[in-house]
C-alpha cells in the first residue's frame, strides 16, 4: 500500500481545507487514519475511518470542524477542515491502519504517505 497526501496550504484563520489521500494497493481492507506534526511536538491523531468507512475517531481538539471520509472505489482518503486555528498548523499525514478499525493509536498504523503543510494565519 502506498499513500499519498495532498491539498495543503496557506489559510486564514476560520477558513478551509480539504486534504486528500490518494492510494494504491489494496487500501480498502485497511482503516485511513490522519495524523500532524507541529514543529516541536509529536506526531499526533487527528481523527481516523474504518475500512468500511462506518466508524469515525476524531481527536477531541477537532470535533465538530474535521471531517473524514473515503471513497473505497476510487482509493482515495480525504479530510475535510473547517473553522480552522492557527494552532492546526502543522504536517499533515495520512496513514494506513492494519487492523481496518480506525485506531487512533499510531503503532497500528502499517503505511504511511508523505506529509502536506497546513498553515493557518491568525
Known amino acids: 500500500v502506498q499513500l499519498q497526501a495532498s491539498g495543503g496550504g496557506l489559510v486564514q484563520a476560520g477558513g478551509s481545507l480539504r486534504l486528500s489521500c490518494a492510494a494504491s494497493?489494496?487500501?480498502?481492507?485497511?482503516?485511513l487514519g490522519w495524523f500532524r506534526q507541529a514543529p516541536g511536538k509529536e506526531r499526533e491523531f487527528v481523527g481516523a475511518?474504518?475500512?468500511?468507512?462506518?466508524?469515525?475517531n476524531y481527536a477531541e481538539s477537532v470535533k465538530g470542524r474535521f471531517t473524514i471520509s473515503r471513497d473505497n472505489a476510487k482509493k482515495a482518503g480525504y479530510l475535510q477542515m473547517d473553522s480552522l486555528k492557527a494552532e492546526d498548523t502543522a504536517v499533515y499525514y495520512c496513514?494506513?491502519?492494519?487492523?481496518?478499525?480506525?485506531?487512533?493509536?499510531?503503532?497500528?498504523?502499517?503505511?504511511w504517505g508523505q506529509g502536506t503543510q497546513v498553515t493557518v494565519s491568525s
Open positions: 496513514a494506513a491502519d492494519r487492523y481496518g478499525l480506525g485506531s487512533p493509536t499510531r503503532s497500528e498504523y502499517e503505511y
Open positions: 494497493g489494496r487500501v480498502g481492507i485497511y482503516g
Open positions: 475511518i474504518s475500512y468500511g468507512g462506518k466508524n469515525t
